[in-house]
C-alpha cells in the first residue's frame, strides 16, 4: 500500500517508468518475434478455417487488450472518484486512446476473418454488437475529455461515464452463452479448460503475452507524456502570470 | 501468397491493418512524450519553474 501511494509522486513515478519501460518493452519485442514466427511457419492450418486461422492470433490478443483496458481505465474511475489518486486521471487519460486502438483492431481483423468464414464482413449479433459498443465507449470518452476545458471536471466526468460503461465488459465476455450467437463460444478461458490444439494454443498465448506487454509499455510512455503536458501546462500558466507582473510592473 | 490459401488477400489485409494501427499508436506516443519533454526544457531553461519569482 506504501508503495502504491509513493507511485502517486509524478516525479517517483517518471523515473521508475523510465526504469521498468525497457523491461516491459524488450520482451514484448522478444514474444512477439517468437510468437509471429510460431504462426507463420510452425502452427498448423485449421482443418475447417484453413490459413484464415492466422487472423485469429491477432484478433483474439486484440479482443482481450480492449476488454483489459477498459477495466484497466473503470479502476482508475475508481481511484479519481473514490480514492482521488492523483495518477488515476493520467492513467485512465493514457489508456482511451490505446484500448480504442486494441478494439479497432478487434473489430477489422473480425470482419477480415468473418467474410470467407461468414460470407459477411458484419452481423449484429450480441458479441460483435457488444464490442462495437465498447469501441464507442472509447471514443465516447476521448471526446468528453476533449470538449470539458477544466481539467479535474473533465477527469471526473469521464470517470463517470466510464463507470457507466463497464457494465459492457461482462455483457461482451457472456455475450456468446447468454444469447445464440454466430460467433464461437470460448475456446480458453473456459471452466473445463482450453479446447484449443497445443499447436494453436502456444502461439495464441505467447503472442497474447507479447501484445499485453507493448500495450503496457505504450500504457506508461503515454502516462509519461501526460504528466510532461501537465507540467508544462503548469509552467506555462506560470510563465504568462509572471509576464504579466512584469509588465504591469513596467520592466522591459 | 499461395501457402496462404484462397482468402490470402484477408489473412494479409488484417495484418497490414494491424501492423499500421500500432505502428500510429506508437509513433504517435513516442513523438508526444518527446514534444512535451522539449517543451518542458525550453519553459524551465526561460525561468518558468517558480510561481513567485522571475528568472532563474
Known amino acids: ?252 | 501468397m499461395a501457402m496462404l490459401g484462397p482468402h490470402a488477400g484477408f489473412i494479409l489485409a488484417a495484418y497490414l491493418a494491424t501492423a499500421a494501427i500500432l505502428t500510429g499508436l506508437t509513433l504517435a506516443i513516442l513523438i508526444d512524450r518527446r514534444a512535451q519533454r522539449r517543451a518542458l526544457a525550453a519553459l524551465e531553461e526561460r525561468g518558468a519553474g517558480r510561481r513567485g519569482g522571475g528568472a532563474a
Not at chain 1, 165 to 170: D, E, M, R
Open chain 1, 1 to 252: 500500500m506504501a508503495s502504491f501511494i509513493d507511485l502517486a509522486n509524478p516525479t517517483r513515478f517518471m523515473r521508475l517508468s523510465s526504469t521498468l519501460l525497457p523491461w516491459l518493452a524488450a520482451p514484448a519485442a522478444l514474444l512477439l518475434s517468437i510468437g509471429f514466427y510460431l504462426i507463420w511457419f510452425v502452427a498448423p492450418a485449421d482443418y475447417q478455417q484453413g490459413e484464415t486461422i492466422k487472423i485469429m492470433y491477432i484478433h483474439v490478443p486484440a479482443a482481450w487488450l480492449a476488454l483489459m483496458f477498459y477495466s484497466m481505465m473503470t479502476l482508475s474511475a475508481l481511484g479519481v472518484l473514490v480514492w482521488r489518486h492523483p495518477l488515476a486521471d493520467v492513467a485512465q487519460q493514457a489508456a482511451a486512446p490505446i484500448g480504442a486502438c486494441f478494439a479497432l483492431i478487434c473489430l477489422l481483423t473480425g470482419s477480415f476473418w468473418g467474410k470467407p468464414m461468414w460470407g459477411t464482413y458484419w452481423v449484429w449479433d450480441a458479441r460483435l454488437t457488444s464490442m462495437l459498443v465498447l469501441f464507442l465507449l472509447y471514443l465516447g470518452v476521448i471526446a468528453l475529455r476533449r470538449a470539458l476545458d477544466e481539467p479535474s471536471r473533465a477527469g471526473r466526468a469521464v470517470a463517470i461515464l466510464t463507470l457507466v460503461g463497464c457494465v459492457n465488459i461482462p455483457i461482451i465476455k457472456f455475450s456468446v452463452d447468454w444469447w445464440s450467437t454466430l460467433h464461437q463460444p470460448a475456446s480458453v478461458l473456459r471452466l473445463d479448460g482450453p479446447t484449443i490444439h497445443a499447436s494453436m494454443l502456444w502461439p495464441l498465448l505467447i503472442t497474447a503475452i507479447g501484445f499485453t506487454l507493448l500495450a503496457l509499455s505504450l500504457h506508461l510512455a503515454a502516462m509519461q507524456a501526460e504528466i510532461l503536458r501537465r507540467r508544462v501546462r503548469t509552467l506555462t500558466i506560470f510563465e504568462a502570470e509572471r509576464l504579466d507582473r512584469l509588465s504591469l510592473q513596467g520592466a522591459p
